[in-house]
């Protein structure tokens, strides 16, 4: 048997039956209901006789985009020795958990983005010109926006040629007459907190 065979014959294995590892990640919730060593016990054990071994506790957001704290509230004292409680329990059975903090670094960020305007959110923009005829282009990115890159291409039917990308800069566009061509450009808009 070569390796490559042998390599492959573990995969197929390794398909049929995958390590616990590969198995399904899902949000484990810890709001709504208190949380009870009882309840929690429960809910694990009901998960690894799934084949669920791992798992990432997760908090909703209210609608004011808080989060919220469930109860035991949060990094309370009572939470963290409910946390350590579960975690060692996971490990007793096997499984894997871990802590997602979305919802709560919230505030975080936008604090972070106030103080370092570098650091806010934004959306990338994706701004497309066709041009025909001879033609000059004049880009200027509106307020609030960043402008990043900026691409031309040939086009024919209507259609981007690919690989057709125009490397000479500045543009020509003195021969659009004969041709056509897509001006992209990206820019990155900031988001007003």
């Not at 198995?23 to 060593?37: D, I, M, N, Q």
């Not at 004011?64 to 509230?73: A, H, K, L, S, V």
């Not at 960043?146 to 020509?172: C, E, G, V």
Request: net charge positive.
């Amino acid at each position: 048997m070569t390796a490559t065979t042998a390599s492959l014959l573990r995969v197929k294995a390794d398909f049929k039956m995958p390590s616990y590892q590969y198995s399904p990640v899902p949000f484990y919730w810890w709001t709504g209901e208190a949380l009870t060593k009882k309840r929690l016990s429960w809910q694990l054990n009901l998960l690894s006789s799934k084949g669920i071994m791992n798992t990432i506790i997760s908090y909703n957001h209210t609608a004011e985009g808080d989060t919220d704290r469930g109860d035991p509230q949060l990094f309370s004292p009572e939470w963290w020795e409910l946390f350590r409680w579960v975690v060692a329990e996971c490990k007793a059975q096997g499984m894997h958990i871990g802590f997602q903090d979305y919802t709560i670094v919230n505030r975080t960020l936008q604090s972070i983005a106030a103080e370092i305007p570098d650091m806010q959110g934004g959306s990338l923009v994706r701004i497309e010109k066709r041009l025909a005829g001879p033609n000059v282009v004049h880009m200027s990115p509106a307020n609030n926006t960043t402008f990043l890159a900026a691409y031309a291409y040939q086009m024919a039917h209507n259609r981007i040629i690919p690989d057709s990308r125009l490397s000479q800069k500045p543009w020509n566009f003195s021969d659009a007459v004969s041709r056509s061509f897509a001006l992209i450009y990206f820019c990155f808009h900031l988001i007003n907190r």
